[in-house]
Nanobody
Framework: QVQLVESGGGLVQAGGSLRLSCAAS????????MGWFRQAPGKEREFVAA????????YYADSVKRRFTISRDNAKNTVYLQMNSLKPEDTAVYYC????????????????WGQGTQVTVSS
């Protein structure tokens, strides 16, 4: 059974940093592209970042480029999202997701989702 469990969310002041983690289990982690999405209150879920199986290629939404960094540790079956220079508009529930095809992931239709972790940025 595939499981994705996010952690690391919380409350932070604008300009601060947080690192989200997503621990995966239930299949061969290194065979899957991984990604992060977010959903703010009253808005649709949106793509944030993705990373391919090897970790050599990364993709970002324009709104988070140069502030957020996605990485993965295939030995630990974990993907990370380092978030710096946080803004109030980054406030959302952040979801980890995975799919065999990174194009499916970046298009917003991954096969598996985590339960989400809340990130709140105060002004």
């Amino acid at each position: 059974q595939v499981q994705l469990v996010e952690s690391g969310g919380g409350l932070v002041q604008a300009g601060g940093s947080l690192r989200l983690s997503c621990a995966a289990s239930g299949r061969t982690f290194s065979s899957y592209a991984m990604g992060w999405f977010r959903q703010a209150p009253g808005k649709e879920r949106e793509f944030v970042a993705a990373i391919n199986c090897s970790g050599r290629s990364t993709y970002y939404a324009d709104s988070v480029k140069r502030r957020f960094t996605i990485s993965r540790d295939n030995a630990k079956n974990t993907v990370y999202l380092q978030m710096n220079s946080l803004k109030p508009e980054d406030t959302a529930v952040y979801y980890c997701a995975e799919d065999r095809a990174i194009v499916v992931l970046t298009n917003g239709s991954p096969a598996y989702w985590g339960q989400g972790t809340q990130v709140t940025v105060s002004s």
